[in-house]
């Protein structure tokens, strides 16, 4: 894919069409994070196979949405220490073998299966240093492929309606510089963001 980082796996020609809204936006938000200032991007992984990522998630009780499966196809996380990590302000982006040991870790803390606070359907993709997650819903349900911001003290909520969008609004953060590097961190402006967000993201919907 002409412009796409080094770092990021090509696809095989039969899958070129079916990934390219996941992979592009992976090599645009690279190019975003470059020119930004972050290493983030040329920290990214080699994508995985789908063969590789249904095996390691095969104790998962769900099925992985399309977008979740070419997500890890383009890229397979950040390494494990970068400098500044943030793929999203302040989370880094899961490997796949970290996310499938971030949940069973999650499933075992849950405790009462009834326990609303982390749900089985949900598959973790990012994780915060202040203990936060942001996962994908997995479950048959109408809001399966939403992005679900997992918080014990705000509360759970959407982030966004689909790793598409969550990925489209980092890449415009960074073009109308809401995000910036700033040193050795990345920092970003509230107002920008929120009103990226808000324009992005215009309808959010309740957890199911």
């Given at each position: 894919m002409?412009?796409?980082?080094p770092?990021i796996?090509r696809?095989?020609?039969?899958?070129?069409?079916?990934?390219?809204?996941?992979?592009?936006?992976?090599?645009?938000?690279?190019?975003?994070?470059?020119?930004?200032?972050?290493?983030?991007?040329?920290?990214?992984?080699?994508?995985?196979?789908?063969?590789?990522?249904?095996?390691?998630?095969?104790?998962?009780?769900?099925?992985l949405?399309?977008?979740?499966?070419?997500?890890?196809?383009?890229?397979?996380g950040?390494?494990?220490?970068?400098?500044?990590?943030?793929?999203?302000?302040?989370?880094?982006?899961?490997?796949?073998?970290?996310?499938v040991?971030m949940?069973?870790?999650?499933?075992?803390?849950?405790?009462?299966?009834?326990?609303?606070?982390?749900?089985?359907s949900?598959f973790?993709?990012?994780?915060?240093?202040?203990?936060?997650?942001?996962?994908?819903?997995?479950?048959p349900?109408?809001?399966r492929?939403?992005?679900?911001?997992?918080?014990a003290?705000?509360?759970?909520?959407?982030?966004c309606v689909?790793?598409?969008?969550?990925?489209?609004?980092?890449?415009?953060?960074w073009?109308?510089?809401?995000?910036?590097?700033?040193?050795?961190?990345?920092?970003?402006?509230?107002?920008?963001?929120a009103?990226?967000?808000?324009?992005?993201?215009?309808?959010?919907?309740?957890?199911?």
């Amino acid at each position: 894919m002409t412009g796409a980082s080094p770092h990021i796996s090509r696809v095989s020609e039969d899958r070129r069409y079916e990934l390219s809204q996941i992979s592009e936006l992976v090599a645009q938000l690279v190019r975003e994070l470059n020119a930004g200032g972050s290493n983030v991007g040329n920290a990214l992984k080699p994508g995985v196979s789908r063969t590789l990522i249904s095996k390691m998630a095969s104790k998962f009780p769900y099925e992985l949405t399309s977008e979740l499966l070419d997500l890890y196809e383009a890229c397979n996380g950040l390494e494990e220490r970068v400098g500044f990590d943030d793929f999203l302000i302040g989370f880094r982006l899961l490997q796949i073998e970290e996310a499938v040991g971030m949940y069973d870790y999650l499933m075992e803390q849950r405790g009462d299966p009834d326990d609303d606070y982390y749900r089985a359907s949900w598959f973790p993709i990012m994780w915060s240093h202040s203990g936060g997650v942001k996962a994908v819903e997995c479950a048959p349900i109408k809001t399966r492929g939403c992005i679900v911001d997992i918080d014990a003290e705000s509360g759970n909520s959407i982030h966004c309606v689909s790793i598409e969008r969550m990925l489209t609004t980092i890449i415009q953060c960074w073009k109308e510089g809401a995000f910036f590097a700033d040193g050795d961190f990345v920092d970003m402006d509230d107002e920008k963001f929120a009103e990226i967000c808000e324009r992005l993201n215009p309808v959010i919907p309740d957890l199911d």
